[in-house]
């Protein structure tokens, strides 16, 4: 029904304007009593054969939802409900910032894909967790942290320390951030010297607190094969817990949305179908280069089960979903988790 009646509809909408409506939508649906129970009745599906434990934290399934979606935290009782073994909030910044300008995210229908220049557009780490102390879920929670758009590069390490410190007692584990590529200079912190010096920060401040949590490091599927030997050497070196392989990609190869079209967007990230292969590419030579254990979470790209089970028959130990929820439903859920069931 979702593909067939409701995504036509929504699809008429602008993306950010519909984005906003099914905030409410879903908001309303939870506060009707018994509203979380029954959607979950629908789309949930928790077993013992879909739970995961990684870096020492118990996933219910390992679906998760990839940080952009729920920037704010403001939807995690409900997400919860839809399946979702886990979510990521963010990318969160130390202080409010209204990103780009809009129009900033652009449906391209024929490649099941989407364009957004959204500028880590957030209200503000403080605002995040006032949030989190209200959640009675005890769904498994992500802080994906970035730098203010007019922080320099020079200063970066200021504004991660800023967020890890106001996020630490309510969410379960970090996320550090270089990869997108809607903040102008962000991507350069992917550089071999300052993505050491700054993971090194992070962690020094989780090995700080008396109960350390788990960072994580999420990178773009644009990096060339030496890069990912660099990060490789580097996400072993630090101790970093883990790898989000991958954010969006700057590349318009392949598509099959008309070139005129996709030069009127303009700049942004690229995510949906046609990031799918690059990035299970991109997982598979991380897990061959890791070994069996380092924790990867795979994400782009992912429109069905088939792409999910591709992502974790490629390495990864639990995937997140963005692009492939907007497209194909929440029902895109629970048939991972049923795959995954099946398979074990």
Known sequence: MYKQIIRPILFLVDAEKIHHFVFRLLKITGAVPGGKGAIEGVFGYHTSKTARKLFGIEFRNPVGLAAGFDKDARLIDELASLGFGFVEIGTLTPKAQPGNEKPRLFRLPKDKALINRMGFNNEGVAAAVARLKQRKSDVIVGGNIGKNKNTPNEKAFDDYGICFEALYDHVDYFVVNVSSPNTPGLRELQEKEPLRQLLGYVKSLSNAKPKPKPVLLKIAPDLTREQLNDIVEILISTKTDGIIATNTTISREGLMTASDDVAKIGNGGLSGAPLTKRSTDVIRYLRQSLGPNFP?????????????????????????????????????????????????
């Open 296 to 344: 990867i979470i795979g994400v782009g790209g992912i429109m069905s089960a088939h792409d999910a089970m591709e992502k974790f028959n490629a390495g990864a130990d639990l995937v997140q979903l963005y692009t492939g929820f907007i497209y194909e439903g929440p029902a895109l859920i629970k048939a991972i988790n049923k795959k995954v069931a099946a398979r074990n």
